[in-house]
T-cell receptor, first 112, second 108 residues
């Protein structure tokens, strides 16, 4: 089955630690995205990548980093510089043409 | 800044009734999309309407777009308990921007 796999589904982190969220897709999509969702809120764009080895900051990139070494993979690192990292993180991918996104199931990060 | 704003923020209706959600936006768009999110899950694409279209149907879903008023509506007919979810509009100009969503509850 084609789709997007995010892992882990739940993650707990101590303050001061970096954590990396995995996102893998087998849809052969060029574009991949990371969004953050806070309770009762919409999605805010963190980073996006339209092609391998290239990525751009979204609206709330501070405290986050990404890489796009392979078409299938777009991991997100939440660094210790992110002041309020507790949130639900969603990865998505999109093909060419109209920007219809396919989403993963999400990763919930809690900072203890 | 957020492009799409949804109204109402929450909606609770009885099973079998129709549910209508509205989305307003501020600038010109290429297309508008609606997504659904079950609690604690990812979003699922429902329907896309282009800026030169006025109405689109998909099963029990009906979407309208009024570019003069910069607004769209999503109608779900004959609602079912399984339709309980949050519904988001997303507008695309240079990039896709999501609204804050409408939480829909269908009571059996």
């Amino acid at each position: 089955d084609g789709g997007i796999t995010q892992s882990p589904k739940y993650l707990f982190r101590k303050e001061g630690q970096n954590v990396t969220l995995s996102c893998e897709q087998n849809l052969n999509h060029d574009a991949m995205y990371w969004y953050r969702q806070d309770p009762g809120q919409g999605l805010r764009l963190i980073y996006y990548s339209q092609i391998v080895n290239d990525f751009q900051k979204g609206d709330i990139a501070e405290g986050y980093s990404v890489s796009r070494e392979k078409k299938e993979s777009f991991p997100l690192t939440v660094t210790s510089a992110q002041k309020n990292p507790t949130a639900f993180y969603l990865c998505a991918s999109g093909g060419s043409g109209a920007n219809v996104l396919t989403f993963g199931a999400g990763s919930r990060l809690t900072v203890l | 800044s957020q492009q799409g704003e949804e109204d109402p923020q929450a909606l609770s209706i009885q099973e079998g009734e129709n549910a209508t959600m509205n989305c307003s936006y501020k600038t010109s768009i290429n297309n508008l999309q609606w997504y659904r999110q079950n609690s604690g899950r990812g979003l699922v694409h429902l329907i896309l309407i282009r800026s030169n279209e006025r109405e689109k149907h998909s099963g029990r879903l009906r979407v309208t777009l009024d570019t003069s008023k910069k607004s769209s509506s999503l109608l779900i007919t004959a609602s079912r308990a399984a339709d309980t979810a949050s519904y988001f509009c997303a507008t695309e100009a240079q990039k896709l921007v999501f609204g804050q969503g409408t939480r829909l509850t269908i009571n059996p």
